[in-house]
């Protein structure tokens, strides 16, 4: 079964970046769609971005255009989330997920996930 490690979260300061990273192992990144998905404590879950399968397609959750760069390298089995301008709203876990489609845009498609990195953003 395929798995997923993120890696890259921790404290920073407001204004700052943060790039993430996830392995995928157990199978071949470029056999799913991947996404960042977040979690804060209280709220709802919410996908960021995800990646199809080639990596030929994108997707970014209208909110967070412009902040957020997801790359797919399938040569390393990894997907990276740069974060940019980051706020102390953006605090949260956040995940990677996968789906065996070529690209899935919501939450409910992915059935694999991590078990998250975490975010905390100063001010």
């Known amino acids: 079964q395929v798995q997923l490690e993120e890696s890259g979260g921790g404290l920073v300061q407001a204004g700052g970046s943060l790039r993430l990273s996830c392995l995928v192992s157990?199978?071949?990144?470029?056999?799913?769609?991947l996404a960042w998905i977040r979690q804060a404590p209280g709220k709802e879950r919410e996908l960021l971005a995800a990646?199809?399968?080639?990596?030929?397609?994108?997707y970014y959750t209208s909110s967070k255009r412009g902040r957020l760069h997801i790359t797919k390298d399938n040569a390393k089995n990894t997907v990276a989330l740069r974060m940019d301008n980051l706020t102390p709203e953006d605090t949260a876990g956040y995940y990677c997920?996968?789906?065996?489609?070529?690209?899935?845009?919501?939450?409910?498609?992915?059935?694999?996930w991590g078990q998250g990195t975490q975010v905390t953003v100063s001010s």
């Open positions: 990646v199809s399968q080639t990596g030929s397609s994108t």
């Open positions: 997920a996968a789906a065996q489609r070529t690209l899935a845009i919501t939450i409910g498609g992915y059935e694999y």
């Open positions: 157990g199978g071949y990144a470029d056999a799913y769609s």
